[in-house]
């Protein structure tokens, strides 16, 4: 597996990258969102990759950043969904974007991206919802860094007024998702918490 690499931008596209690292060459496939922040010509490139191989053809795909690389391998593991489709959602929307209609069941905007049909859209809503909230859960801890005591509180006081811990701890990441300054204070966090618990019912 090759899981990254560093080198010199030999050529360039919206598609492809050429990426020359010790005097060789690597083709690489592109989403726009990466080919947006790529340095100029000659200049060093780190990209993260991910090797597909098949019985005729081998393709390395690369990406600016972990979560674009995550969010690729989650798509292409969905019945039908290949690589180029993968890009292609990856080219027509954010990361945040993208998370935010799966885990809102959002379909309608999934289908809007190039090759995804109604069929594809639900089916990419219905297994990757889940994993999905599991990456929002990362997310959140990374908003949260050294404030888990105001998080920990929080959680302890929603379920002091008879919410689960699984309640809390989504409504928490979702308030979280929304306004990172929400977690100033213990109070204010359970503020927000109630009021997304009441709307997700």
């Not at 931008?9 to 922040?37: F, H, Q, R, W």
């Not at 890009?87 to 069941?105: E, M, P, Q, R, W």
């Not at 920990?152 to 990441?173: C, H, N, T």
Request: net charge neutral; charged share 25%.
């Amino acid at each position: 597996m090759i899981y990254a690499l560093k080198g010199r931008l030999a050529e360039k596209s919206p598609a492809c990258l050429v990426i020359e690292v010790n005097g060789v060459s690597y083709e690489v496939s592109v989403p726009l969102s990466t080919y947006d922040t790529i340095g100029p010509m000659d200049g060093e490139v780190s990209l993260f990759t991910v090797l597909v191989v098949r019985e005729d053809d081998m393709q390395l795909y690369g990406f600016s950043t972990r979560d674009e690389r995550r969010l690729f391998k989650l798509l292409t593991s969905v019945s039908g969904i290949g690589p180029k489709t993968a890009i292609g959602i990856l080219s027509a929307a954010t990361v945040k974007d993208i998370y935010d209609f799966i885990a809102n069941g959002n379909s309608h905007a999934l289908m809007s991206m190039p090759g995804i049909g109604r069929k594809t859209a639900e089916r990419v809503v219905l297994e990757l919802r889940d994993k999905i909230e599991k990456v929002g859960i990362t997310a959140a801890s990374g908003i949260l860094e050294g404030k888990e005591d105001i998080r920990s509180g929080a959680v302890d006081a929603l379920m002091a007024l008879g919410y689960s811990r699984l309640q809390s701890e989504r409504a928490i990441r979702e308030v979280l998702k929304g306004d990172a300054e929400a977690a100033k204070s213990v109070e204010d966090l359970v503020r927000s918490a109630l009021r997304e618990v009441k709307r997700m019912g």
